[in-house]
């Protein structure tokens, strides 16, 4: 039988064993961190700012490419002064290199109406946006940045609107 200070000479190695366990064992199962979906879009040769800031989780089939991303809720804001974008909670479609078609949750207002947007082809330096029969291009850098739901790309504003307050002792 072996006495306190025996066990106690081995409690430290014994966890030392224990700690090298979980690391192979975790190695040899390929606990690999999953991309985000903003990563998932660059390996498909898109900009992250196709989608907004926000999205909480994805699902991706690799072998169809049929995708969905999730938001927390409808995200909508303007860009550039002109084009009101509204993202349904989940956006669906079919993920290829350079191209996503039968998009669905991403829809753009022209005039009084909102269309659909139902792809979307990465051209050269250039990503081109299809409504249907009607499609408009624009440069890929203008998507190298993130849109956030509610002010899009010009959240700097909002500071200057809000009023600031200091805490202090009076």
Known sequence: MGS??????TSPLMVFVYAVLINLSSFAYGDVRKPSAY????Q???PIGILPIGVTGYELNTDTGHFSAYLNGTCSFTI???YQLEYKSTITGVLSKDRLKDLKGVSV???FFWISIVDVVHDGDELQFSVGIVSAKFPVENFEEQPQCGCGLDCNHLSTLL???SVGTY
């Open 80 to 82: 550039e002064n002109s």
């Open 109 to 111: 207002k022209v005039l």
């Open 163 to 165: 009023p600031s307050y």
């Open 4 to 9: 306190v200070s025996d066990r106690k000479a």
């Open 39 to 42: 990563e998932v879009l660059q």
């Open 44 to 46: 498909y040769d898109f």
